[in-house]
């Protein structure tokens, strides 16, 4: 994360968001913190129902843990990017002082369907509460957020004036467009209804001014998205499955093969995707990319990278380690005079000896050594 080439000049900015094991009154919460350069996993916070109760509270609990345990390890945050939870942000502004920023998904999913209330309703209600001249505007307005967040250069006030204006592009005024937008080449013509009624310009206004973005401008004028850390949790259900509860040391421990996981290849795969085809420093490279057609859209095509097969060699290692560390010489053995006790290898046994162990009889290979006992 330190070498990144904007590291030094703005810091890194972090995602967080909780993760729960069950749908209703879970026993476990976690809030996995990744750096938002290079999708890294660089904390971890796991808290059970005994440590804190309420389910739904947890998150901040977690959010106040891991990231202090970020910052304390030397990594310079400056900025952490979550949903729209109003007690983080309380705690990410006022007690770490950090820039707080919200997801753009979730801050637009909802805006078509409250657009809907003044752009269709019944026969009586028309140019009423909703107006004919909006019934095209409300998908269109979507999109047209997207562009004001990307666009407005982390400038809250830029970022109203911008949502403001798609008013008047829908009014046919380009003046306030970008330079560069389809709109402003002469002969172009709009894909819309143009809005000439005043009283739906007003209600149209009004409606933009209600929208999350607008109202919480700073929070969204740096167009940050946190759809890695969602995948990071869709990849959890592997190790984790809500529809089984484990103890919280297996919790734990699953977990953290999660983290590896993601780590060995999730995060290798982003890398060969996004800055070489072909990398000798990941496991996951792009061997090849294809086209498919969008099937709402079939002239359109999309682009996809053809990695090769994910593998799990870090649970053989785990292994491996495990048996290095934990592996003890069973020769010289003695008895309790403390001679040195040899194993016998072949002829009768009898109770008491150090008898060579053999499972396979095919091989020559001696799998150990034991105490015979006739029982």
Not at 48 to 76: D, F, K, M, Y
Not at 124 to 144: G, M
Not at 319 to 332: D, G
Request: net charge negative.
């Amino acid at each position: 994360v330190k070498s990144s080439s904007d590291y030094h000049t703005n810091g890194e900015w972090v995602i967080t968001d909780a993760r729960h094991d069950s749908t209703a009154n879970a026993y476990h919460s976690t809030v996995p913190c990744l750096a938002g350069s290079t999708r890294r996993i660089v904390g971890i916070c796991s808290i059970s129902r005994p440590e804190h109760r309420i389910a739904q509270t947890r998150e901040v609990e977690c959010t106040r843990v891991v990231l202090p345990q970020v910052i304390a390890r030397g990594l310079n945050v400056t900025e952490v990017a979550h949903d729209n939870q109003v007690q983080v942000k309380k705690y990410v502004c006022e007690e770490l002082g950090l820039l707080n920023s919200y997801d753009t998904w979730h801050g637009t999913k909802n805006v078509a369907k409250e657009l809907r209330k003044i752009c269709r309703g019944t026969v009586r209600s028309r140019d009423v509460t909703w107006f004919t001249q909006l019934s095209d505007k409300a998908r269109k307005t979507k999109v047209h957020l997207y562009w004001c967040m990307k666009n407005c250069n982390g400038n809250p006030d830029d970022l109203r004036a911008k949502i403001m204006n798609i008013s008047k592009h829908f009014q046919g005024s380009h003046f306030g467009c970008q330079q560069e937008s389809p709109c402003r080449v002469p002969g172009y013509k709009p894909h819309t209804v143009l809005l000439t009624n005043p009283d739906a310009i007003k209600v149209y206004e009004k409606a933009l001014q209600r929208t999350l973005i607008y109202r919480y401008a700073d929070s969204y004028c740096r167009c940050r998205d946190t759809y890695w850390i969602e995948s990071f949790n869709h990849q959890l259900l592997t190790y984790l499955p809500k529809r089984i509860h484990f103890l919280s040391e297996t919790y734990k421990m699953r977990m953290n093969l999660a983290v590896l996981d993601w780590v060995r290849c999730y995060n290798n795969m982003y890398f060969s995707c996004t800055r070489t085809l072909q990398n000798e420093n990941t496991q996951r490279t792009v061997t090849s990319q294809r086209t498919y057609p969008n099937f709402r859209h079939p002239d359109h095509h999309h682009v996809y990278n053809v990695l090769i097969s994910k593998t799990y060699n870090f649970v053989h290692d785990i292994w491996h380690m495990y048996i290095e560390r934990n592996r003890e010489s069973l020769l010289p053995l003695e008895d309790d005079e403390g001679n040195e006790m040899v194993p016998v290898p072949l002829g009768d046994y009898e109770d008491g000896d150090y008898v060579i162990v053999d499972d396979d009889e095919d091989d020559d290979n001696e799998d150990g050594f034991a105490f015979f006992d006739e029982d």
